[in-house]
């Protein structure tokens, strides 16, 4: 019996947050704009060809034992 007003109150909540967030968000009632960055496809090709082009340079990767609390490089086995 009670499991009915659970799922109905989880529901419920679901619908009263879609209603908020779309209210919120959506229909901004808070005023404000969408910033250019977000709604200009031009501007974010650019952005993502910049962020695709810088070099990446890592160490090799680690692996943490969380009893010791000490750091283990990795080793591949074309390394030993």
Known sequence: MSAKYIIGSI??????????DTTISDRKIFGGTTPGTVSNKGW??????KFQAWP???????VMNPIS???FIVKSQSDL
Not at 11 to 20: D, T
Not at 56 to 62: D, E, H, K, L
């Open 11 to 20: 529901l419920a909540s679901f619908g009263v947050a879609y209603v908020c």
């Open 44 to 49: 974010w090709e650019e952005t993502d060809k």
């Open 56 to 62: 990446r340079t890592a160490g090799p990767p680690v």
């Open 69 to 71: 609390r000490q750091n």
